[in-house]
């Protein structure tokens, strides 16, 4: 399989699983479980044609907020979505990381994802993020804080911050910014995701809910992307 001007790191907001539920008539949780399928196709075409790095927005901080079953089952469905796919993502050498606060996570779906980062720690494959107890702001907060601890310490020189400074302290740290951002559903708005590394991130936004993308739906996605002139506030006629 082979693409024409990939994007080197793509971000997926995977939203509209409760709405494919309502429409079929069935609980939520059913929803959330159809959409686990769509990304386990979307993880595999991605490493099939040799994307970087595929970030998947999976549980925001603010998604606490929702009905205390439908949180506890989606941190079931993280545990179990480890215990299923790891070998698979193993042998796909897939490295996972988490981007978001694990410590924050009930226990065992802390456990889950500590014991996937660690065992794919080594692998060259497609770079997996997956967001959970993620948030944006939560995330600058954190590296502004460590900075200024930082400094404050006098572990580090007081001297000015430069991006780079800053951006080491992402969750990210170490990997391009977002080229291409997918959020499903026809929702067009970043929900507090990756704030900063989508700051020249083409944005793409399929009707489609998330349970019924296909990778037909992403192709598509990653051809518009291929058509668009990026200029990063240059000039290039
Ligand atoms: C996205 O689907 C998945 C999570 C936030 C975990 P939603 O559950 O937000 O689906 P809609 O927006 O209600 O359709
Ligand atoms: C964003 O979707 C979070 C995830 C997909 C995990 P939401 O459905 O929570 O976002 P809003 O509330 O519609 O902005
Ligand atoms: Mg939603």
Redesign the pocket.
């Known amino acids: 399989m082979t693409e024409t001007n990939l994007p080197k790191h793509v971000a997926i ?3 509209g699983n ?1 709405r494919w539920a309502k429409k079929n008539a069935l609980s939520v949780m059913l929803g959330h479980r159809k959409g686990v399928e769509t990304l386990r196709e979307i993880i595999r075409y991605s490493s099939n044609i040799s994307i970087k790095v595929l970030s998947l ?4 901080t ?2 606490w907020s929702r009905p205390k079953a439908e949180v506890n089952a989606l941190m079931k469905l993280i545990v179990e979505y480890f215990t299923s796919e790891i070998d698979e993502l193993d042998q796909n050498h897939v490295k996972i990381r988490i981007l978001g606060d694990v410590d924050g996570l009930p226990p065992s779906a802390a456990e889950a994802c500590r014991n996937a980062v660690n065992r794919t720690e080594h692998n060259k494959g497609l770079q997996l993020n997956i ?1 959970l107890n993620y948030g944006a702001r939560d995330e600058i907060l954190r590296g502004v804080n460590s900075l200024m601890m930082e400094r404050c310490s006098g572990s580090k020189p007081f001297k000015e911050i430069v991006w780079e400074d800053f951006s080491n302290q992402l969750y990210t740290k170490g990997q391009p910014d977002v080229d291409l951002l997918i959020r499903t559903s026809g ?1 067009q ?1 970043l ?1 507090n ?1 990756l704030l900063c590394q989508c700051a020249y991130a083409e944005m793409v936004f399929p009707e489609v809910l998330w349970p019924e993308f296909t990778v037909d739906e992403y192709r598509k996605a990653l051809q518009q992307y291929a058509g668009r002139e990026r200029r990063f506030g240059g000039r290039t006629s």
């Open positions: 907001i995977m939203d409760g927005y999976a549980f925001s603010e998604n967001a929702e708005r929900s995701f």
